[in-house]
């Protein structure tokens, strides 16, 4: 691969087309945005992805046969200038029928560059490198969904469509300026029968041929209902605007980097029809989710809420006392055991005070043991008497039931 960084002439196609479809994808995501907006109508949304499409497939069995019969680096020349100058109208007026005509013709035009650009990587590179290069291309597709994208619906949001034509025009002349120079070889083109475009059409008799065809029309007929609701459900319940979509549409390039990545790894180890029935599973997986996904969080929880309500009336009162403490937050669940040694406390103060109050000089219950002015005799007699409460068994009834006995034994003092 890094050979292949130092080729010049694959480095100037590589960076031409990363130019020329970055342009497209600014195009393509402005253009059905910018008609939404302006009708509020989804139908003609679906009808600008319809004029996208549809030359396309017109003009597909014929762009192998061009590729092959004219010189490949003056095609994608020609193609870029062509695409910059149906765009120029849109400058000085965005009607929309005007719109649907220069979408249709972009995407004549762009389904021509791709598969003569593709012809022409292996005379440039070999054989020996057409792997690699063919791997670059392929990051370069995703990188230019990631930036025109992005761009597209940001430079619609913040100036507007004329700014958009602006940045679509000066892309396609940067990758026309970089087309001029020639490659440095020589390819010699073909001598086709006029009828030799059907040949893609007959190629469809096999079996398996046919099946991925099949297969490919279903998918993108899926993508194209996607690509409306897309921009109807962006713009429309997300309340999101121009660069919110475009920015949604660039971050699915992120998931092609990936899966170019993760097929890179797997490709020697899966056979290629199982590796699309599992991609195409995959996806149908994914959309269903994404799509349904409120419902699915609705359900999720009604559920948690009604086993919560299972596990509450099965545990007993202890369960919900627990469930109530746990609710309240640390403080309130941590108040009982604090109540607790609180009451503790109290008690063992209590039976401690208790038994400091002996009989006073007086002889009165009340009076503190020591007091200042006391006599010999009194001193020696509440002596004796705290002898005695120390000799006596410590009661463990609580502190009202020492309390008493303390009183008893006070009485019998005096």
Do not use: K
């Amino acid at each position: 691969m890094t050979t292949l960084l130092r080729h010049g002439a694959f480095m100037r196609l590589w960076v031409s087309g990363l130019f020329a479809e970055t342009a497209e994808w600014m195009l393509q995501v402005a253009l059905p945005v910018y008609v939404y907006q302006a009708t509020g109508s989804a139908g003609s949304t679906a009808l600008v992805m319809v004029t996208g499409i549809l030359p396309m497939l017109l003009v597909s069995p014929a762009a192998g046969v061009i590729a092959d019969r004219f010189d490949r680096r003056r095609v994608l020349y020609l193609v870029c200038l062509g695409q910059a100058a149906v765009s120029v109208p849109l400058l000085f007026g965005s009607h929309e029928v005007l719109i649907y005509v220069v979408m249709a013709a972009q995407s004549a035009l762009a389904s021509l560059f791709e598969p003569t650009r593709n012809a022409l990587v292996p005379a440039l590179v070999g054989p020996e490198r057409l792997a690699s290069a063919n791997g670059l291309m392929g990051f370069n597709s995703s990188i230019s969904r990631l930036a025109g994208s992005s761009l597209g619906g940001l430079v619609l949001g913040v100036w507007g469509l004329g700014w958009v034509i602006v940045g679509y025009l000066a892309a396609l002349v940067i990758a026309a300026l970089l087309l001029v120079p020639r490659f440095g070889v020589h390819v010699e083109p073909e001598r086709a029968s006029p009828g030799s475009w059907l040949d893609g059409v007959r190629a469809f008799r096999d079996p398996e041929l046919r099946a991925t065809g099949v297969t490919l029309a279903l998918m993108s007929l899926g993508q194209g209902m996607f690509l409306v609701l897309f921009v109807v459900f962006v713009t429309g319940p997300l309340r999101g605007g121009d660069a919110d979509v475009g920015l949604l549409r660039g971050i699915q390039a992120v998931g092609g980097l990936a899966a170019g990545l993760l097929i890179a790894a797997v490709a020697n180890r899966i056979s290629a029809v199982r590796m699309m029935g599992l991609g195409i599973l995959t996806l149908g997986v994914c959309s269903a989710l994404i799509w349904n996904l409120p419902h699915l969080t609705i359900v999720f929880l009604a559920l948690r809420s009604a086993f919560r309500r299972g596990r509450r009336a099965g545990g007993g009162g202890e369960l919900r006392r627990a469930d109530g403490r746990a609710a309240a937050g640390p403080r309130r669940a941590g108040r009982p055991r604090a109540r607790d040694r609180v009451r503790r406390h109290r008690r063992a103060d209590h039976g401690r005070h208790a038994a400091r109050r002996l009989p006073g000089r007086r002889g009165r219950v009340g009076r503190p043991v020591g007091r200042a002015g006391g006599n010999a005799g009194g001193r020696r007699d509440r002596g004796a008497a705290q002898e005695e409460v120390a000799s006596q068994p410590r009661c463990s009834a609580g502190a009202s039931s020492c309390a008493a006995e303390l009183r008893t034994l006070s009485s019998s003092c005096r």
